[in-house]
């Protein structure tokens, strides 16, 4: 059965004026931008539509998601991903010119760059699982005052004093009848909580601050949660997009290293057939690439 030849494997079909595979994978880039599409239109919406002081941390209206997320880890992996797009050209262009051995080095190094991608994004995600949002009832005691932020907080008519727990809880602790959290050493040592709140205030240990882990009781906590997909309406979108584009990610990689290992005996046999298979990886590849240069404004800079 592999001897019969498919109709328009590598000749343009009259139709279409394309090879049969270059015209499926642009029929699934056109399904792709619907998905995409649905998923920045509910950012969006949600975000225009959110009641002040509601996004992107309810009870937290300053928080911005620049604040939240890590703008030097997202640069970089937009970097990487921007490399990865240019070595996948240059895969497609060493193939074309009969270059198997420089096509497949491109093709190694596009992996190389999808996995550290990868890699980052875990390091990125980890980062928000291990540290969460606590939020005080009254005015702490005096033993966490170097560890909370105050923030007033407008709800409607009414201005509520919340403080927030700059810190990150430890996992034995949380079914216990206190929380231990521990605070956040950079905001500690120069006394401050986020941009524009006031500093904390007391000063304990050698360099005026305690970094010792602190138990705040059960009674005292309003609400607590980790910055995860749980937290907010923003982290919820957050994990779901970014999250859909790592698998997507991941597919590319699955496809990249199938090429780089079957791509000797496809040369063997009909060398057209990898150019046009690296080809159509390509364009996948270029539009998952196109799809984080929209992520990374619209989540991590506005």
């Known amino acids: 059965m592999s001897d019969i030849p498919i109709p328009h494997d590598i000749e343009p079909h009259p139709l279409t004026r394309m090879y049969n595979g270059k015209f499926g994978i642009w029929l699934f880039l056109a399904s792709e931008v619907m998905l995409f599409g649905a998923l920045f239109s509910t950012y969006v919406l949600l975000r225009v539509g959110a009641p002040p002081g509601s996004w992107p941390i309810y009870g937290a209206p300053s928080i911005h998601g620049h604040e939240i997320l890590s703008i030097p880890m997202a640069t970089f992996n937009t970097a990487v991903l921007i ?35 990868l890699v980052v994004k875990y390091f990125e995600y980890k980062a928000k699982f291990t540290h ?20 007033p907080i407008q709800t409607g008519a009414v201005t509520r004093d919340l403080w927030f727990v700059n810190g990150h809880m430890t996992e034995d602790d949380k079914e216990k009848d206190y929380i231990k959290i521990v605070p956040d050493p950079k905001k500690a040592a120069h006394g401050e909580g986020d941009a524009g709140h006031a500093p904390a205030a007391a000063s304990h240990g050698g360099d005026g601050h305690n970094h010792a882990p602190v138990q705040i009781e059960r009674s005292l906590i309003q609400r607590y949660s980790y ?35 079957t791509a000797d005996g496809w040369w063997k046999r009909n060398p057209e057939k990898i150019i046009n298979r690296v080809e159509c990886t390509g364009l996948y590849w270029h539009f998952v690439d196109l799809v984080w240069i929209f992520l990374f404004p619209i989540l991590y800079l506005l």
């Open 227 to 261: 910055w995860g997909p749980q937290a907010s309406t923003f982290l919820g979108i957050y994990f779901c997009i970014t999250g859909l584009h790592g698998l997507h990610i991941l597919g590319g990689m699955i496809v990249i290293i199938y090429m780089y290992f």
């Open 132 to 151: 969460y949002l606590v939020v005080l009832k009254d005015a702490p005691p005096d033993e966490l005052k170097d560890v909370v932020d105050h923030r």
């Open 83 to 117: 490399g990865s797009s240019v070595t996948m050209v240059l895969a497609w262009a060493a193939l074309k010119i009969g270059n198997l051995s420089r096509g497949k080095l491109y093709l190694l190094i596009t992996f190389a760059l999808a996995g550290t991608f």
